[in-house]
Nanobody, 124 residues
Framework: VQLQASGGGLVQAGGSLGLSCAAS????????MAWFRQAPGKEREFVAA????????NYADSVKGRFTISRDNAKNTVYLQMNSLKPEDTAVYYC??????????????????WGQGTQVTVSS
């Protein structure tokens, strides 16, 4: 299984950035897909997830209304559109695939496969 994240970069506060994560080696439509992030000196934290059934989504409170997770099962790809970016969004962003139950969808331990991470830097 491979998850290849891309799309990170440097953006000014208030700007937008889109991340992509292409998956291979798994039945993509049978997995929930999520984004996590880790800032320097901080623990990894949940950002967003989209289930494989019904398409329901979950977001961290810190990104609600600014970030949107979507997926294209035909392309085996999950996306994270990030708008109104803030300096505190600066982190390495990781995509993940798993089959979590509803109560653990925000927990990293619920995901089996992880991408390599892509750096997002938001300047003030």
């Amino acid at each position: 299984v491979q998850l290849q994240a891309s799309g990170g970069g440097l953006v000014q506060a208030g700007g937008s950035l889109g991340l992509s994560c292409a998956a291979s080696g798994l039945t993509f439509s049978s997995y929930a897909m999520a984004w996590f992030r880790q800032a320097p000196g901080k623990e990894r934290e949940f950002v967003a997830a989209r289930r494989w059934i019904g398409g329901s989504t979950n977001y961290a409170d810190s990104v609600k209304g600014r970030f949107t997770i979507s997926r294209d099962n035909a392309k085996n790809t999950v996306y994270l559109q990030m708008n109104s970016l803030k300096p505190e969004d600066t982190a390495v962003y990781y995509c993940a695939a798993g089959r979590p139950i509803t109560s653990t969808i925000t927990k990293g331990r619920s995901y089996d496969y992880w991408g390599q991470g892509t750096q997002v830097t938001v300047s003030s």
